[in-house]
């Protein structure tokens, strides 16, 4: 098999693996064919060695229960195979009976308990861990970059667990290599639990019939190993793999009891966002920061990087149940939908009930009561996401190969901080973008989203798809200590990385 550049694959993973042929070119954005690293060509890299197969067992993720109070990580850098893919150069996060070199263990806290964590670097490069949507004191955010853990160090930090259930993440936080060193694995699922949540009766049994899954996009070269190298177009429009991956595995089964099953998606990619199509009946119970008041059903769902949904599936009636899930670049705006490109729909995950497996749990009509008085915002502030800046980007000039993006004219810079907020306060953020839809993400806060158009826009949230302009009714959770900000910036890691990025303080 001829070794082609890597960056021109485009059919790869989903047709080596029988399914259909990608039609759209990846990365063909504006202006395409001018600038290298432009992710196009024709019918190269095919190759049947080391790929993925679908229909392996489901493997669950190690769960690390951290309800005691402690908990100990260790990012390590190691090696994966992807299915029977070669080895690739993977990272993950360690828990001291659970080695994990792609990936991280799912964190169990508990609403009303503070957890001590410790966190030590064994990988050469610079790592952090950031606990994407546990509202906790800025030292301990781990977002800053405060909190970056050198080589060989390591990094403590007091989590007090104050709100309610919820699937929540954790992942690496470095300015400038969040994108790829996410990709590489640093990313973990957090849940919250809390008494509430447990006397609803929903199905709760991890790998039973409640199941994580961490997605995440990957492109595979002719040698089966998965690549992350984008060029210059895919920094700015979107990279994006041609399978997507639960918890490392293409397309697993898993035998379910014939009942309710749980599935928590969170979307881990740098900048795909997910299309999850159910074939049964399902319901939307959670979205980023816990449940919904009330079970919506759904046939699908839209997840942009750093969201996520819990998802129950009725497997009572069906026998099998198999979601199927798309990888497509944010689009948006001018940029259109279809220019973008993406992969091909395929199974996400294949369920099947077995009638000898115990069906526990239900889906109660009401799941929380809380109804937030978020009609009078404090005050109004604005964020405009910008990644074609023109005139700027010129007056920048370009960072090493990469652009130059900003919000409000500002490229990411450590020793700004753009403002403070009042501790408590309800604000609306306001926040634009002129070209492609971009999802916006801040730290220590939650959110709605004023206009919402899909049943996983409502309910609180801590990352809104931003496409032209949209109002989040802000509530901050969380304060700053010791001057050290929380962020706020865009989930496509590149676009964080590239500058989209700024940071607030709380009085
Ligand atoms: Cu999921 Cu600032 O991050
Ligand atoms: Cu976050
Ligand atoms: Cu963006």
Same mark, same amino acid.
């Not at 300015?175 to 990709?183: E, F």
């Not at 009561?369 to 370009?398: C, H, I, K, Y």
């Given at each position: 098999?001829?070794?082609?550049?890597?960056?021109?694959?485009?059919?790869?993973?989903?047709?080596?693996?029988?399914?259909?042929?990608?039609?759209?070119?990846?990365?063909?954005?504006?202006?395409?064919?001018?600038?290298?690293?432009?992710?196009?060509?024709?019918?190269?890299?095919?190759?049947?060695?080391?790929?993925?197969?679908?229909?392996?067992?489901?493997?669950?993720?190690?769960?690390?229960?951290?309800?005691?109070?402690?908990?100990?990580? @260790?990012?390590?850098?190691?090696?994966?195979?992807?299915?029977?893919?070669?080895?690739?150069?993977?990272?993950?996060?360690?828990?001291?009976?659970?080695?994990?070199?792609?990936?991280?263990?799912?964190?169990?806290?508990?609403?009303?308990?503070?957890?001590?964590?410790?966190?030590?670097?064994?990988?050469?490069?610079?790592?952090?861990?950031?606990?994407?949507?546990?509202?906790?004191? @800025?030292?301990?955010?781990?977002?800053?970059?405060?909190?970056?853990?050198?080589?060989?160090?390591?990094?403590?930090?007091?989590?007090?667990?104050?709100?309610?259930?919820?699937?929540?993440?954790?992942?690496?936080?470095?300015?400038?290599?969040?994108?790829?060193?996410?990709?590489?694995?640093?990313?973990?699922?957090?849940?919250?639990?809390?008494?509430?949540?447990?006397?609803?009766?929903?199905?709760?049994?991890?790998?039973?019939?409640?199941?994580?899954?961490?997605?995440?996009?990957?492109?595979?070269? @002719?040698?089966?190993?998965?690549?992350?190298?984008?060029?210059?177009?895919?920094?700015?429009?979107?990279?994006?793999?041609?399978?997507?991956?639960?918890?490392?595995?293409?397309?697993?089964?898993?035998?379910?009891?014939?009942?309710?099953?749980?599935?928590?998606?969170?979307?881990?990619?740098?900048?795909?966002?997910?299309?999850?199509?159910?074939?049964?009946?399902?319901?939307?119970?959670?979205?980023?920061?816990?449940?919904?008041?009330?079970?919506?059903?759904?046939?699908?769902?839209?997840?942009?990087?750093?969201?996520?949904?819990?998802?129950?599936?009725?497997?009572?009636?069906?026998?099998?149940?198999?979601?199927?899930?798309?990888?497509?670049?944010?689009?948006?705006?001018?940029?259109?939908?279809?220019?973008?490109?993406?992969?091909? @729909?395929?199974?996400?995950?294949?369920?099947?009930?077995?009638?000898?497996?115990?069906?526990?749990?239900?889906?109660?009509?009401?799941?929380?009561?809380?109804?937030?008085?978020?009609?009078?915002?404090?005050?109004?502030?604005?964020?405009?996401?910008?990644?074609?800046?023109?005139?700027?980007?010129?007056?920048?000039?370009?960072?090493?190969?990469?652009?130059?993006?900003?919000?409000?004219?500002?490229?990411?810079?450590?020793?700004?901080?753009?403002?403070?907020?009042?501790?408590?306060?309800?604000?609306?953020?306001?926040?634009?973008?002129?070209?492609?839809?971009?999802?916006?993400?801040?730290?220590?806060?939650?959110?709605?989203?004023?206009?919402?158009?899909?049943?996983?826009?409502?309910?609180?949230?801590?990352?809104?798809?931003?496409?032209?302009?949209?109002?989040?009714?802000?509530?901050?959770?969380?304060?700053?200590?010791?001057?050290?900000?929380?962020?706020?910036?865009?989930?496509?890691?590149?676009?964080?990385?590239?500058?989209?990025?700024?940071?607030?303080?709380?009085?």
């Amino acid at each position: 098999m001829l070794r082609t550049n890597r960056r021109k694959i485009v059919t790869g993973g989903a047709a080596i693996l029988g399914l259909a042929t990608p039609t759209l070119l990846r990365g063909q954005g504006m202006g395409g064919g001018m600038m290298d690293g432009m992710g196009h060509g024709g019918m190269t890299g095919r190759s049947t060695v080391g790929t993925p197969e679908p229909g392996a067992p489901f493997r669950p993720l190690p769960e690390l229960d951290a309800r005691g109070g402690t908990l100990n990580l @260790s990012a390590g850098a190691g090696t994966t195979r992807f299915g029977a893919g070669a080895p690739t150069a993977t990272m993950g996060y360690s828990a001291p009976d659970a080695a994990m070199s792609y990936l991280g263990p799912t964190l169990r806290m508990r609403r009303g308990t503070t957890v001590a964590a410790r966190v030590a670097n064994a990988t050469p490069v610079p790592v952090s861990v950031h606990w994407h949507g546990l509202n906790v004191p @800025s030292p301990s955010d781990g977002g800053a970059p405060q909190s970056v853990i050198a080589p060989g160090a390591a990094w403590d930090a007091t989590l007090p667990v104050a709100q309610p259930a919820a699937t929540l993440w954790y992942h690496t936080h470095v300015h400038g290599r969040t994108a790829p060193d996410l990709w590489a694995g640093l990313a973990g699922a957090l849940i919250v639990d809390d008494d509430a949540t447990d006397a609803l009766g929903l199905p709760s049994t991890p790998g039973v019939d409640d199941f994580v899954l961490i997605l995440q996009d990957k492109r595979f070269g @002719s040698d089966g190993a998965a690549i992350y190298d984008p060029g210059l177009m895919e920094i700015m429009h979107g990279y994006v793999g041609d399978v997507v991956l639960a918890n490392g595995q293409f397309a697993p089964e898993a035998a379910v009891p014939a009942g309710p099953v749980r599935l928590r998606l969170i979307n881990a990619s740098t900048s795909a966002q997910h299309a999850i199509a159910f074939d049964r009946a399902a319901v939307l119970i959670g979205v980023d920061q816990g449940l919904l008041p009330a079970p919506v059903e759904v046939g699908s769902v839209t997840l942009a990087p750093g969201e996520r949904a819990e998802v129950v599936i009725d497997m009572g009636a069906c026998g099998a149940a198999t979601p199927r899930v798309t990888a497509r670049a944010m689009a948006g705006g001018m940029m259109g939908g279809g220019m973008a490109g993406g992969s091909a @729909s395929h199974a996400l995950m294949t369920l099947r009930a077995d009638p000898a497996r115990p069906a526990r749990g239900a889906v109660p009509a009401r799941l929380t009561s809380e109804e937030p008085d978020l009609s009078a915002p404090d005050v109004t502030r604005r964020f405009a996401l910008q990644e074609n800046m023109g005139p700027l980007q010129m007056a920048r000039g370009m960072v090493g190969r990469g652009p130059v993006m900003a919000i409000n004219g500002e490229p990411f810079d450590a020793g700004r901080v753009d403002f403070t907020a009042p501790r408590g306060a309800v604000e609306r953020w306001r926040v634009t973008t002129d070209s492609m839809a971009h999802p916006f993400h801040a730290h220590g806060l939650k959110f709605r989203i004023a206009d919402p158009r899909r049943p996983e826009e409502t309910g609180w949230k801590d990352v809104a798809v931003i496409d032209g302009t949209r109002d989040l009714l802000v509530q901050i959770e969380a304060t700053t200590e010791r001057g050290v900000p929380f962020m706020f910036h865009c989930h496509i890691l590149e676009h964080e990385d590239a500058g989209m990025m700024g940071q607030f303080l709380t009085a």
